[in-house]
């Protein structure tokens, strides 16, 4: 039987718009679906919008129109950007359909009937824009909600309770069999220390307000939101009924502020509805906040950019891919992390139009046909080795339901290629020996053809672009076939190259000021006028050090290294452990604490100053740090000090 694969992302809340971070989510589980299909499974990939609650019939009655109508507004919105942001879920569920609300009734006759709902009198107190329960010890001061900084509401009615207190010790036993249920781990932790506290039964129904799925037999109530909404992953695939094959979820892509909902609530109501553990979510997938300007991205901010826009600023033919790969590459999925169009701008000529575009350029000038493949020598034999380990390492990484790390093993062998053409010269060897360019060049188009489809699920555009220049169609996935490239793909001699345009376009100096200037973030308002679109930013106040003499400077040993590996250290995404060549017969073992801002592929062969006189400091057992690499940070971006033309290691900074 073909393995089935089944991602979620959350249903979004129609009370906003779609941003930068409900993007990052939705890419990220396209990138997983349609890495899932290139594997040859079966994969169904979920979205949708959480359209009922309080603040929603609040929000109709400000406006005039009725709930459903509202609804079907701003639904739209959503269902209309995935599409422009290369995303292809198979199914778009609104909580407002009626092929939802028998689903969740049907799921809440189950519970009932369990004993595990009841009729009670809830009050206590509400936040609206979470539409969630809070105690006054997990309020803020001034009982605002630690997530919206607004006063909790009172509530006092009627309400039916599911018995969430009841499923304590299953929740803690299913945890322990199934440790990697929640990832991060450090997550898993939160949730484990959550429910060792003591749950507290769960009011899952409410009478003053009608913009919900009715209770079954008791129409007075309408379902909490957030038993509605968590409904949804099941409730999606009853009808028709041949998509229950893919229960149950293979991964809920999640934000850590709704953690609590997925990995404790979900999996409690459907333990009551019957469903044993093995019918149970396989993995809840908790990542960080994705700011913008330092800011959690939200309408009343100003501050929800949108992600269209900015790819269609950026570039109209490859901004979209050059979009996804910059979210899913620029921060780790699973941490929080800043999005900045600076990193975009950079990551685009950088990553994709140096290494990537310019491998493409660099291999297809020398002939217009695949010519006859000679006999490997080391420098081909090593090129496929790492072409190998990229291509193992990337599937590990998207198996892992972690992008960011595959598509550094990806940028890894592209690096390799790119040096594997600076040594092999095959401008030399078009005028010395033509054989010898047939080899080098036949190990170049079967290293794109295996590039091409390793950045296919975060490029898909840019794969397609990649393999026409390549004399390829486009990839077509197939079930049961897995296309993953463990080993460098054949190319019979005599196949068709056509050289095209550059894949990524240049930005000129205009291009650039003009994109920076159309999403620069808005200023933090403290009562001050709002500053020029595009004015440069207040310099933060600078510290000011006591002066020190000549003496003392003199006795920092500084010089130029060349950074000979990089490696992320597990468990701490920031940090780095490098080594680097100071001029001494052996590289220094250096940890920084960059790994924000730098991916080791790109580090590699950079030359950097270091300071070598300094105290070795430890990090962990075995973890030492010989040194310090100097860096400048710029508003949270750290940049690395360099030295211009070519300096020897070792060389002292004066």
Known sequence: MTERFYVTTPIYYINDVPHLGSAYTTIAADVLCRYQRLRGREARFLTGTDEHGLKIQRAAEERGTSPQALADEMSVKFREAWPLLGCAPDDFIRTSEARHARGVQALWRKIHAAGDIYLGHYQGLYCVGCEAYYTEKELDAGGLCPIHGTPAEAVEEESYFFRLSRYAERLLAFYDHNPSFVVPPSRMNEVRSFVRGGLQDLSISRTTFRWGVEVP?????????????????????????????????????????ILRFHAVYWPAFLMAAGFPDEALPRQVLAHGFLTYGGRKMSKSLRNTISPVALASALSPSVGVDALRYCLLRSVSFGQDGDFSVEDLLQRYASDLGNTLGNLVSR?????????????????????????????????????????????????????????????????????????????????????????????????????????????????????????????????????????????????DDGQRALVLKAFAPPEESDGAAPAAAGAPAQAPAREVKPLVDYATFAKMELRVGTVVSAERIKRKDRLLSLRVDVGEPEPRSLVAGIGQDYSPPELVGRRIVVLCNLEPRQFAKGLDSHGMLLAAEDGGKVRLLGVDGEVAPGAAVR
């Open 217 to 257: 037999d008791d129409p007075r109530h309408v379902m909490y939101v957030w038993f509605d909404a968590l409904s949804n992953y099941h409730t999606a695939l009853q009808e028709p009924e041949d998509n229950r094959r893919f229960w149950p979820a293979s991964v809920h892509l999640v934000g850590k502020d």
């Open 363 to 507: 291999a297809l000038p020398f002939t217009e046909r695949v010519g006859e493949r000679g006999t490997l020598g080391p420098l081909e034999e090593a090129m496929n080795a790492q072409l190998r380990e990229s291509a193992r390492a990337a599937a590990e990484a998207f198996d892992a339901h972690a992008p960011t790390r595959a598509l550094e093993a990806i940028w890894a062998g592209l690096a390799a290629a790119n040096h594997y053409v600076d040594r092999a010269t095959p401008w030399v060897a078009k005028k010395q020996d033509p054989a010898r360019l047939d080899t080098i060049v036949a190990t170049l188009v079967e290293a794109l053809d295996a590039f091409s489809v390793m950045i296919a699920p975060v490029m898909p555009q840019v794969a397609t672009a990649m393999r026409a220049q390549l004399g390829l169609g486009p990839l077509r996935s197939e079930v049961g076939r897995d296309q993953w490239p463990f080993e460098p793909p054949r190319r019979a001699p005599g196949g068709e190259l056509r050289r095209g345009k550059p894949i990524f376009p240049r930005l």
